[in-house]
Structure formats: C-alpha cells, structure tokens
C-alpha cells in the first residue's frame, strides 16, 4: 500500500504543497547515515559524568524531516549541498584528525590558544550559510521565513548576497 503524502506548508517558500523528506545534513556530506538525536534534557546527560545514561531516538536514514516542498528541497539541494559538503567534511573529517591532546591534559585548556589552519579554497562561503539556513528553516518552528522574509529571499535567490556591514559569521 502507497505511502499517502504529507501535505503541508513548506518552511521555506510558504507554500502548501506535499512535503519531501529534507535532510538536515545533506546526504552528501554523510547525512544519509544512521544517527541518535536527543531531547535536550537527554543530551544534557551525554556530558555528564553521573550513571544515568541518555536513551536517543535511532533515526537510521540521518535526520530528515518532512518540511519542505520538492521545489524548495531541491533547489536547495541543487544550489547548496556541494558547497556545504565540502566545507562540513573539511571540519568533519580533517580537523579531528589533526587534534591530539597530550593524556592528562584538559582539552579546553590545550585547545584555548591552538589555531588550526584550514584550506577551503574553492568554497563559496554565501552557499555554506545559505544551507546552514535551509537546516534551521527545516528543524525551527514553521513560520520562521515569514517573520523573516530576508531569509526566503537568501535561499531562493542563487545570486542574493546580503549585506555584510552589519553582521558577522564566527566558526
């Protein structure tokens, strides 16, 4: 029996339509893969040093949700994911590889002044945070790019570059 489609209001162009299943890691950075999300209050465990141990929900395709439209999942896809799959592999995969905290060390405290230096040459910065945006769109309540119309337009717009006088990006 057919899967009846969900039908509902896509998070990025407002529209009411059936809704895809949007990754919120690209699968083409490694977000077809299994993970265990966590409530907050279980991820607050993950940390701690106590013997309650955190229970997480196995997702086994990644994190996917149900929150936008074709046209918007795959314009974004199209538009955004290679760009965000190299720079998130970049941090992913390399920078762990270069970190070796000396045993017995605090790694906050070996980590404060160290400065890692990273090739992205090739990445276009605008694409990385314009699929950072989709992510937020797809995970944040619905109505996010109706409060904040600048964000549709980001996303939508391939050649949309906003000003950048009046915000900074940290890493």
């Known amino acids: 029996m057919a899967r009846k489609p969900k039908i509902g209001i896509c998070r990025i162009c407002g529209l009411k ?7 919120i890691i690209p699968r083409v950075a490694g ?3 299994k993970v265990k999300l966590y409530d ?7 940390i701690g040093n106590g013997d309650d141990k955190p229970y997480g929900k196995i997702k086994q395709n990644g994190h996917a ?11 974004s896809g199209r538009l955004y994911d290679e760009d965000f ?7 992913v995969q390399q920078i762990p590889l270069r970190i070796s905290v000396p045993k017995g060390v605090n ?6 002044n160290k400065v890692i230096d990273i090739d992205v040459t090739g990445t276009k ?28 337009k980001a996303i939508m717009d391939k050649d949309y570059q906003p000003k950048t006088d009046d915000f900074s990006l940290y890493l």
């Open 17 to 23: 339509k059936p809704l895809t299943e949007e990754h």
């Open 31 to 33: 977000g077809g893969t």
């Open 40 to 46: 907050g209050d279980q991820l607050l465990k993950t």
């Open 65 to 75: 949700e149900y929150t936008l439209c074709a046209d918007c999942n795959n314009l």
């Open 85 to 91: 799959a190299d720079f998130f592999n970049i941090f």
């Open 107 to 112: 790694k906050d405290d070996y980590l404060e």
């Open 125 to 152: 910065p605008f694409n990385v945070a314009k699929r950072i945006l989709v992510s937020f769109c797809s995970v944040e309540h619905p109505g996010l790019t109706d409060r904040r119309p600048e964000i549709r």
